[in-house]
């Protein structure tokens, strides 16, 4: 199953409910050499779901003991598309390594 790391609306119940039917279930882990900033979001359906035109966003940091705290979930491939159909053209998603040594798929900024 893929791995899945949010720090943000993906944790949300009524997003998970919205784009899963269903509420997923996770562990803490956290995204080494990244911040967060914000992102505007362009989708009006997104912004619709989660209730915000803002949503935090993890961008590459030059300070190494920066990172960004979030929940792992284990998901589906079809959950895995629906995700990528939430998070549109505003993120892209990456496979990138976590703390606790598990590679998972992060959604960060489609354009720097």
């Known amino acids: ?5 949010s720090y943000g ?5 009524a997003v998970q409910q919205a784009n899963f039917g269903r509420l ?4 803490p882990d956290a995204l080494p050499g990244h911040r967060l900033d914000q992102l505007k979001i362009t989708s ?3 912004v619709a779901v989660s209730g915000a035109a803002w949503h935090p966003v993890a961008a ?3 300070n190494p003991t920066d990172s960004v705290p979030g929940v792992v979930f284990e998901i589906t ?3 895995l598309t629906a995700a990528d159909g939430y998070e549109a053209a505003d993120y892209r998603r ?3 390594p976590l703390r606790s040594g598990a590679s998972a798929w992060v959604y960060v ?3 720097p």
């Open 24 to 27: 997923l279930s996770g562990r």
């Open 44 to 46: 009006a359906a997104v």
């Open 94 to 96: 990456a496979l990138l």
């Open 60 to 62: 590459p940091s030059d």
């Open 9 to 13: 609306t993906l944790r949300d119940p």
């Open 1 to 5: 199953m893929p791995l899945l790391f």
């Open 77 to 79: 491939d079809a959950e």
């Open 109 to 111: 900024a489609a354009a």
